[in-house]
């Protein structure tokens, strides 16, 4: 274990990590992005350039597609074998977020009129609107990221406590598992969240930090506490945490393909261009673009949400396998108790989904053993 920190300052957010989070979720995305602009210099000509997007974007629609229905499918599967059917996914929710994108699109092309002015753009280069689609989504990136780290750190400074050590050496002795967390220590959570109440996040290269919140270190005995560490660690096991940074590295790069569709409407309409005056191949492309891009946007934005469900779904069964589904439900359960501010809906159904989980798997353990 790792003891040599100050206490009074809490736990020191390393260099390397940074470097892992802005990597994944900065350079990615920047490589990606420049290497279209690089290819549209290269081909220089406008149709050819659109097709070119519109295959990548399939690509992307495919793969973001097949993600979304993989986890749903799963996820459903989970949800109709516990009877909690207000919690599988639906295709009205997917309207609904086409919906939400037409609103920021309207918004976008507000902003994109005021900032295509300052750059006068007059006309319709295409490695000129990727590049300001490209700047435009990676000052948005560095916004999200300076924020998440700001909060990380801030976090990080309220871990001065560690867990207790017999808890410590009693996981070294009975779960290797648990040398993937180099420092568990107790931190001041503040949000009413379950799944806040603890965590993990990367601590440098192979190093990761388990986060328990302080309540349950005064309301949980050492046995469920043992159950909610193990949670943590099926995170570290399924490479969660990496698998996220990728994800939101995907998610800028998309962002940059939305900001460019809207772009060109933008730049077509200030230069008074109407869809009859333009060619007809290029009208088809461009729709068909727009189609692709915010389609996959709506797939990748439910597949995230679906894929957070099942990342806690299978830590527990990481963690139940350890201890035992029985001991992990009557856990979970308990939590709410433990938090002082009540938590919100789909936080307590969700929480309800993952213990009626357990159970039923109890359930059958039962019967096969009899």
Excluded at 193 to 212: D, E, H, P, T
Excluded at 295 to 300: A, P
């Amino acid at each position: 274990m790792i003891r040599d920190y100050d206490l009074a300052s809490g736990v020191q957010l390393p260099i390397s990590d940074l470097l892992l989070i802005i990597f994944y979720i900065l350079v990615y995305p920047l490589i990606a992005g420049l290497s279209i602009i690089l290819i549209s210099v290269l081909i220089n000509d406008e149709i050819l350039n659109l097709f070119l997007l519109n295959f990548i974007c399939v690509f992307l629609l495919l793969l973001s597609f097949m993600l979304y229905y993989n986890s749903s499918k799963r996820l459903k599967a989970l949800v109709l074998d516990v009877g909690f059917y207000h919690f599988q996914p639906s295709w009205r929710e997917i309207a609904i977020n086409l919906i939400q994108q037409v609103y920021y699109v309207v918004g976008l092309g507000f902003l994109l009129v005021i900032i295509l002015r300052i750059f006068i753009v007059e006309t319709l280069d295409f490695w000129y609107l990727l590049g300001i689609a490209l700047f435009l989504s990676l000052v948005f990136q560095v916004f999200f990221l300076i924020r998440s780290i700001r909060s990380k750190k801030e976090l990080l400074s309220t871990a001065q406590e560690p867990v207790n050590q017999d808890i410590l050496e009693h996981l070294r002795i009975n779960y290797t598992k648990s040398k993937l967390i180099s420092e568990y220590r107790f931190a001041d959570i503040q949000l009413s969240s379950l799944f806040l109440s603890a965590g993990v996040m990367s601590y440098g290269w192979n190093k990761n930090i388990c986060l328990i919140s302080r309540y349950f270190q005064w309301k949980l005995s050492d046995e469920e506490l043992i159950a909610v560490i193990l949670h943590e660690i099926g995170h570290i096991e399924n490479r969660h945490l990496t698998k996220s940074y990728i994800l939101g590295g995907t998610e800028a790069f998309l962002r940059t393909m939305r900001i460019f569709c809207v772009t060109i409407g933008v730049v077509l309409l200030s230069q008074g261009q109407t869809i009859f005056s333009l060619n007809g191949f290029f009208v088809v492309s461009y729709l068909i673009l727009i189609l692709l891009v915010f389609l996959s946007s709506t797939f990748l934005t439910f597949f995230f949400r679906y894929r957070i469900f099942l990342a806690e779904i299978r830590a527990d069964s990481f963690s139940a396998n350890a201890i035992g589904n029985t001991l992990l439900a009557d856990t979970l359960r308990k939590l709410p108790s433990t938090i002082p501010s009540p938590i919100g809906y789909n936080q307590s159904s969700f929480l309800g989904l993952r213990v009626a989980i357990l159970r039923h798997r109890a359930k059958i353990e039962e019967n096969l053993s009899s």
